[in-house]
């Protein structure tokens, strides 16, 4: 089940790993995506914190973290191929997977029907 935050990124909490990446939303918003800055495993970092970057035609814009952990893993086919995030934007697409992640922290962000609702408010 995927959450999402104010900030248009969304996580998915898997045991106790969380994948993390950008909503269709926020891809759109940044047109054809060229690059992406990702973070380095074993990186703590807390809520709300810029943990990396992605570059489109169009602006950059930095990705944050949607609940505190442990970077335990980025996507290297970003490097490679940064429009995974344009076509794949909550599968393939994602930035990087959160080790230690509270499941309560995750269940306070937004569900599917509360982030659909804010879309319509901006």
Do not use: C
């Not at 996580?11 to 939303?25: C, F």
């Amino acid at each position: 089940m995927l959450r999402f935050t104010k900030d248009h990124e969304w996580i998915r909490l898997d045991g106790d790993v969380a994948t993390v990446g950008i909503t269709d939303h926020a891809q759109e918003a940044l047109g054809d995506v060229v690059f992406v800055d990702l973070p380095e495993a074993g990186r703590e970092v807390t809520e709300g914190e810029a943990v990396a970057v992605v570059e489109s035609v169009k602006a950059a814009s930095d990705v944050y973290a949607p609940v505190a952990g442990r970077i335990v893993e980025s996507n290297a086919k970003l490097a490679e191929d940064p429009a995974l995030v344009n076509s794949a934007a909550t599968t393939d697409g994602w930035f990087f997977k959160l080790s230690g992640v509270s499941a309560a922290s995750v269940e306070a962000l937004m569900d599917e029907a509360a982030y659909a609702a804010f879309l319509e408010t901006i």
